[in-house]
């Protein structure tokens, strides 16, 4: 088959094999009903956007609109860009549909696919899944150690176990122009010996140095934000810490923590795990509450993380028994055939996942169909069974069998058991 095939995915992007689109529901409907729990509200949004919105709220000199964007035309001129991210989008949809209006606090999360054109590796795609959370209108450091905590309470919904976490404050722009000069004075004389991408930063957007993996080594005593924290941040980021041991989380501090994103403000995080190699991290996020402003709403307070689903996968999440179907109807002659597949049928209007072989199998090829089915019940009609008006009900774990009637009401009874 494979000299014929002429086609594959284009690299970068997956395919989910129905083994794997099954572990990918269940880890979907596990954060569904945690960030429900937490009381935070499904947004769904475009594939697309217009690229000016990446523009301004990601910003012009992070690696994701510099390098990353797939953008294109439309017919009409337009420049538009498959979403590499979901915070511009969520809060695009919060001035557009005037969401403010529903109340002072708004708690929104999202599982979406993005978009970004980096060299695809292990646990880096061109087309990825991020599941978010953003809280809009809260300034509190709770709001903060609240959305810490439902990432971690997913991961470990997910038995995935051994992530780290990494806490830092990058200021608000007040306290920030201090740390900025003390910084750029700092590297002045260094200049030379950094990366290009950094040589650039350094008049468009210092603070991105601090994270530059390439230059790592070359910046341990450099001038930190955490060092120039105003009395308000400095008190924030206290609260922050506070609230993360009330609730038992341990942490890291790194101060060299800024993120890839413009918007940041005060708190940033970032979840890391050993087993994803260089490129351990699973998630980020952190405050930003100068966006909505600068988007063209009040100025309202924001927080958020994003999770990538892809990297979360490389770490196995530990899911239940694989579920299976509930029943499978094993017919042994033609004429009970016809009998089987309506059995299915009325199975399925009453809620049970059922199915039955349509080729006209062996007895043998069917019950290893069953078992391959992972089914909980087999029910088997042949030619006898037909005659008495009954089916053999078989709990395929145990291998017990009895005969019942053949009569949807009393057959349901029977597997409810
Ligand atoms: P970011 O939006 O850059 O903060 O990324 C948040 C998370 O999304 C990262 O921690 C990754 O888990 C995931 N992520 C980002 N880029 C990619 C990518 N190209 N492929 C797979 N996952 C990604």
Redesign the pocket.
């Known amino acids: 088959m494979d000299s014929y095939l002429k086609f594959r995915n284009v690299r ?1 992007t997956k395919d989910l094999l129905p083994e794997e689109a099954e572990l990918w529901r269940w880890v979907e409907e596990v954060i569904r009903k945690k960030m429900e729990d937490y009381n935070y509200q499904e947004l769904r949004f475009p594939t697309f956007e217009l690229t000016e919105l990446f523009k301004k709220s990601t910003g012009e000199d992070t690696d ?1 609109v510099q390098k ?1 964007m797939f953008t294109f035309k439309d017919k009409g001129g337009r420049s538009l860009t498959l979403k ?4 511009p989008s969520v809060v695009r949809m919060y001035l557009q549909y005037g969401l403010y209006n529903r109340g002072i606090l708004q708690k929104f999360y999202y599982i979406e696919r ?1 978009f ?1 054109q ?1 060299k ?1 590796q292990r ?8 599941f ?1 959370a953003e809280a809009i209108g809260s300034p509190s450091p709770e709001t903060d150690a609240e959305l810490v905590r439902s990432a971690l309470d997913i991961f470990n919904e997910l038995n995935i176990h051994g992530i780290k976490l990494n806490i830092n404050s990058i200021g608000c722009p007040k306290c920030r122009e201090k740390f900025i000069r003390e910084f750029k004075k700092f590297l002045c004389s260094r200049l030379d010996s950094l990366c290009n991408d950094c040589k650039r930063r350094y008049s468009t957007n210092p603070m991105r140095i601090l994270d530059c993996k390439i230059d790592r080594e070359k910046l341990i005593d450099v001038p930190v934000p955490l060092d120039y924290l105003c009395d308000d941040c400095r008190k924030h980021f206290s609260g922050f810490k506070e609230r993360l041991g009330y609730l038992g989380i341990n942490y890291s501090i790194d101060k060299h923590l800024v ?3 413009d918007y940041y403000t005060k708190t940033v995080f ?2 890391t795990h050993s087993k994803l190699g260089t ?1 351990d ?5 952190g405050r930003y509450d100068g966006l909505i402003g600068f988007l063209g709403g009040d100025e309202t307070p924001a927080s958020g ?8 996968l490389l770490l196995s999440p530990q899911r239940k028994e694989s579920r299976g179907i509930d029943v499978y109807v094993i017919t042994l002659d033609k004429a009970s055939d016809l009998t089987g597949w309506k059995l299915v049928n009325e199975l399925r209007d009453s809620g049970f996942s059922a199915d039955k072989d349509p080729l006209g199998r062996s007895m043998k090829a069917q019950f290893r169909e069953a078992d391959r089915q992972n089914a909980k019940w087999a029910i088997v009609i042949g030619e006898k069974e037909r005659e008495g008006g009954s089916v053999q009900l078989k709990r395929m774990e145990t291998g017990e069998q009895k005969e019942v009637p053949l009569n949807i009401t009393t057959i349901k009874e029977e597997l409810k058991c």
Do not use: H, N
């Open positions: 970068g994701i990353e590499p991210e979901g915070t993005m970004r980096e695809p646990g880096r795609y061109r087309e990825f899944r991020q978010g993120r890839g994103l970032e979840f490129k991290e699973v998630g980020g996020g993380y994003a999770v990538g689903l892809d990297r979360l």
